[in-house]
């Protein structure tokens, strides 16, 4: 993954359109674990967003919705087939914790926060299927990592904020971190629209 990061970053750079000191990584859901995983292995970011996602494999594998995928396979479908899906599929590993535990802890964001040198922006929602738990202890590694973090988390919401008063707070908190970091974009007329 760490290559074509590096490809894809290399692209936007190329284009003379981007400062390479202001790209912020964001991602939600499985962009989100994905996000988390790329900022330990790179230092091209000028900051992190994570939003409702999960940062250990091991016990999103066996937490909900792990659980619930077993129990309730008609109503939550193949969500954690992606595990035991064939390596280099979506987000297959090929193999299951009882086969590999390895791999599991090597890809864990959580038990790589020192390795994040970027600040980072988590949010998350207590009615979310991904546990909030996974960020509650995202955050704590952060923190005891002596790392720069925020965390923000919703109650009353599922995957997302989706109370108008909420999304209008994401969006502001959002913009503060940019902002607070010297990242957030800035329009002038040189730049393509």
Known sequence: ????????????????????????????????????????????????????????LTSHYFGPPGIYS?????????????YEAQAGSEFGIGRTPFEDPEIFYRNSPVLLASDINAPVLLMHSDMDSFSMDQFDEMYSALLRAGKDARYVRYWGEGHGPSSPANIRDMWERLDDFLEELGVAPTFTEEQPS
Request: proline share 3%; charged share 15%; no cysteine.
């Open 1 to 56: 993954m760490d290559e074509a990061v590096d490809a894809g970053l290399d692209a936007i750079l190329a284009t003379g359109h981007v400062n390479p000191n202001k790209i912020v990584l964001s991602g939600f859901s499985q962009g989100a674990v994905s996000a988390l995983y790329v900022a330990a292995h790179s230092d091209r970011f000028a900051a992190i967003i994570a939003r409702n996602g999960w940062a250990d």
């Open 70 to 82: 077993i129990l309730a396979p008609d109503y939550f479908g193949s969500e954690f087939i992606r």
